[in-house]
C-alpha cells in the first residue's frame, strides 16, 4: 500500500503543533487514515513483526480460511475442528486476523486468563455498551433468579409435557427444548402469560442479534428498544408493589450509579446465557435417542440422566466457540498476540481432544475421564478434564453449597435439566425416534447455537 506524508495545517488556536514551531509530519494511507508510527526496539523492528512471519502456505497447508465460514462449517464443524487441534494449535486467520485456539489445555488457558484476556459483553458487539448495566452479579438478583427457577422448573416441564402426553407423537425439539427455558424465564420474570409469546419473540431477536450478522443486528436492536418500552411500567408497577420475582428484585436493588431503571433490566437479560439449557436439553435427548445403548443405560438408572447432560455438554456442547480479546500485547503460543487481538476459543474441538478423554468421538454416559464436579480453574477438583461449557461463565470461586448465596448458574444449569429430562422420560413412556427420522445437530448461522432442530419422536400415549 502506498502512502503519502503531509504537513497537518495548525489548529484552531492558530498554535503550530509540535517543537520549535514546526508542525509533524503525519502519515496518511490511499484511505485518508492516519498511520500511526511504529514503536521500534533496538534493531528498529518489532517482535510483534517476526512473531508473526509465515512461509507462503504455511497456515493453509491443510485448512483454508473459506472453510471457516462455509455451510460444511456450520452444519457439522467437528472434522475442522479436529485438523485445527492435531495441527494448528494457535491457527492465524488472516481473512478476519484472529487466532483460533482448539487444544483443551490451551482454550482453558486462555478462558480462565483475565489478566491477559477480557470477554467482551454481547451490549459491546452491538456498540451499546453504556445503553444499561449489567446486573446479574447482584446477590438479590441472583436469589430471585435461583429461586425463581427452582419453583418452576418441574411444574413447567410437566405442563408442557402434558400438552403432547396423549397424542402419542411430538417434535421434542420445538415443542420442549425450544420453549422450556423461554417459559422459564418468563416464569422467572413473573410475566402475565398472555405476554410470554410476544416476550419470548423479542428475546431471541435480541439474543441472536448480538453475532455480528447486519440484518440480525438491525432486528436485536429493535428487540432491544421494544423490550426496554414494554419493562419500563412493569418495572415501576414491581417497585411499588414488589414479589420475589426477577423484575421485582431489580427494582428495588440499591446498586451503585442510582436507582434501577427498564434499561438495566433488559442489559441483565442481553447478557444472561439462554443458549446452554435450551441446546443441552435438545441435544440430551438426540443423543440419547440416537445412541440405544446409552438410552438403556438411563432408563435402567435414572441417577445417570445427570450423568446424560453432562457427558452432553462435552460431546456436543451447544455453545461451541467464544471470543475472548487480548488486554494488551502478549507472547502465547510461539505468537505475539496484539493488543485488541481476538482469539476464539474452539470448546467443540476442546472437549474432543484425545489427550484428554479416551475414544473422545464417542458419547459414554457416565464415563470415567470426566469429572463430574464444578470446575475450580483449569481442571476439576480430582483432576480430571472438564466438558468446556462458555455459556455458564467461569468456574465458581464459592463453595458448591454456599452459605450466603444462590448455588452456581453452573448447578442450577444442570440440576434444572436433569428435572426436565427425567420428567420427559417419565412422561412419555417407550421413546423413541419416528420410523424414518433423520435428526441432525446444526447451526442456523454462523457461530450460533449447535443443536438438533428437529426431533420427531413417537411414545405410548397416556
Not at 471470543?323 to 474441538?349: T, W, Y
Not at 457416565?366 to 480453574?377: A, F, I, M, T
Not at 480430582?382 to 462458555?390: E, R, Y
Request: charged content about 25%; hydrophobic content about 35%.
Amino acid at each position: 500500500m502506498s502512502t503519502r506524508e503531509i504537513s497537518r495545517p495548525q489548529g484552531e488556536t492558530g498554535k503550530p503543533h509540535g517543537t520549535a514551531g514546526t508542525a509533524p509530519k503525519i502519515t496518511y494511507g490511499r484511505n485518508g487514515v492516519p498511520v500511526a508510527p511504529a514503536k521500534v526496539r533496538g534493531d528498529g523492528f518489532r517482535s510483534y513483526e517476526i512473531f508473526q512471519r509465515e512461509r507462503m502456505g504455511e497456515s493453509t497447508a491443510l485448512i483454508k480460511p473459506a472453510q471457516l465460514i462455509s455451510p460444511e462449517f456450520v452444519r457439522n464443524p467437528y472434522p475442522l475442528f479436529a485438523v485445527l487441534r492435531e495441527n494448528y494449535p494457535c491457527y492465524r486467520n488472516w481473512v478476519d486476523n484472529s487466532f483460533w485456539i482448539s487444544p483443551y489445555n490451551e482454550v482453558t488457558s486462555v478462558f480462565a486468563d483475565d489478566a491477559n484476556f477480557e470477554t467482551r459483553p454481547k451490549r459491546w458487539f452491538y456498540r451499546m455498551e453504556e445503553y444499561g448495566r449489567d446486573l446479574r452479579e447482584e446477590l438479590p438478583v441472583l436469589e430471585a433468579q435461583a429461586k425463581g427457577i427452582d419453583d418452576n422448573a418441574a411444574p413447567l416441564a410437566e405442563a408442557l409435557v402434558a400438552e403432547f402426553a396423549g397424542r402419542g407423537s411430538a417434535d421434542l425439539a420445538t415443542e420442549f427444548a425450544g420453549r422450556y427455558p423461554l417459559e422459564l424465564l418468563a416464569r422467572v420474570l413473573d410475566l402475565p402469560p398472555d405476554d410470554v409469546p410476544l416476550f419470548a419473540q423479542r428475546y431471541w431477536r435480541m439474543q441472536r442479534g448480538s453475532n455480528w450478522e447486519p440484518r440480525s443486528e438491525q432486528d436485536g436492536v429493535k428487540a432491544i428498544h421494544e423490550l426496554t418500552d414494554y419493562f419500563r411500567p412493569l418495572l415501576e408497577q414491581r417497585r411499588a408493589n414488589p414479589g420475589t420475582d426477577l423484575v421485582s428484585a431489580v427494582a428495588t436493588l440499591e446498586a451503585d450509579g442510582g436507582p434501577t431503571r427498564a434499561e438495566d433490566l433488559v442489559v441483565t437479560l442481553l447478557e444472561g446465557d439462554h443458549e446452554t439449557l435450551h441446546g443441552a436439553l435438545a441435544n440430551t435427548l438426540f443423543l440419547l435417542l440416537t445412541t440405544p445403548d446409552q438410552m438403556d443405560v438411563v432408563q435402567q438408572d435414572r441417577r445417570m440422566v445427570k450423568f446424560a447432560y453432562l457427558e452432553t455438554l462435552r460431546h456436543s456442547t451447544p455453545v461451541v466457540i467464544t471470543r475472548r480479546f487480548a488486554r494488551h500485547e502478549v507472547e502465547r503460543f510461539g505468537r505475539l498476540i496484539p493488543e485488541g487481538g481476538v482469539m476464539i476459543l474452539a470448546a467443540g474441538a476442546a472437549n474432543r481432544d484425545p489427550r484428554q478423554y479416551e475414544d473422545p468421538d464417542k458419547y459414554i454416559v457416565g464415563r470415567k475421564d470426566l469429572c463430574q464436579r464444578e470446575p475450580r480453574g483449569q481442571y476439576r477438583a480430582d483432576g480430571l478434564p472438564a466438558g468446556v461449557a462458555f455459556g455458564l461463565g467461569k468456574p465458581s470461586r464459592h463453595p458448591a453449597v454456599p452459605e450466603d448465596r444462590p448455588r452456581s448458574l453452573y448447578a442450577i444449569t444442570r440440576d434444572t435439566a436433569t428435572t426436565a429430562l427425567n420428567i420427559v422420560l417419565d412422561g412419555l413412556p417407550n421413546l423413541r425416534l419416528q420410523d424414518g427420522a433423520r435428526p441432525e445437530l446444526r447451526s442456523l448461522r454462523l457461530w450460533e447455537m449447535h443443536t438438533c432442530w428437529s426431533l420427531p419422536v413417537v411414545f405410548d400415549a397416556r
